[in-house]
């Protein structure tokens, strides 16, 4: 377990903290959780601050446990592995979670854990036939937009609420588009290691 594996296991530990700060029923409990009155119009409950913060800590571990494995040569495929899954239950819980709770469209999840899951399965097959499929540049535009739409949208879209305008979505809607173009870039890319030269199934 060295450090960078260790970082991806507390971003996992972190993602199950948001969930739990996102879901407990306080109110059920009898726990009165503040809330921030910006304006007569905006009320902030404060779970999501906490939550918006953690996102960020998390998502900070995932840039350094990157760039810590490849500066020091410690990659190992229980690193690649943890670190895959640590992404996608960090990002699809909370969209899931957003989704259900009315912040977000429930299309953005829909349509984020589709196109995951089709290049996931795509690097797969590739990598299987010894291929290793390198990230493009639309996919890291669409993980740029979809992270800061995420925590924008935990942030109650703070400042950029206070003047009427809705960054949040707008990103959110960016990243939802750049899963598709990106996912269909992967698969035009790939599509030989799926069917095979010839075409076939």
Do not use: C
Not at 103 to 117: A, E, L, Q
């Amino acid at each position: 377990m060295n450090l960078p594996n260790k970082l991806t296991m507390t971003r996992i530990f972190m993602t199950f903290l948001i969930i739990f700060v996102l879901l407990f029923p306080f109110s059920a409990m009898g726990i009165n959780v503040p809330r921030i009155f910006v304006n007569e119009a905006i009320v902030i409950d404060i779970r999501y601050l906490i939550a918006g913060v953690l996102f960020i800590l998390a998502s900070i571990t995932d840039f350094f446990d990157g760039m810590i494995a490849r500066k020091y040569d410690l990659i190992t495929d229980f690193g690649k592995m943890i670190d895959a899954i640590a992404d996608k239950i960090l990002v699809n819980s909370v969209l899931i979670i957003l989704a259900a709770q009315g912040f977000i469209h429930p299309v953005i999840p829909v349509i984020i854990i589709v196109r995951d899951t089709i290049v996931d399965s795509i690097k797969m097959v590739a990598g299987s036939k010894g291929n290793v499929v390198a990230a493009i540049k639309t996919g890291k535009y669409k993980t740029a937009s979809l992270m800061v739409g995420i925590v924008l949208t935990l942030f109650y879209d703070m400042p950029f609420v206070l003047w009427n305008v809705n960054i949040s979505d707008f990103l959110l809607i960016v990243a939802s588009a750049l899963s598709i173009i990106s996912g269909i870039q992967y698969y035009k890319m790939n599509k030989q290691y799926i069917f095979g030269e010839n075409g076939e199934m």
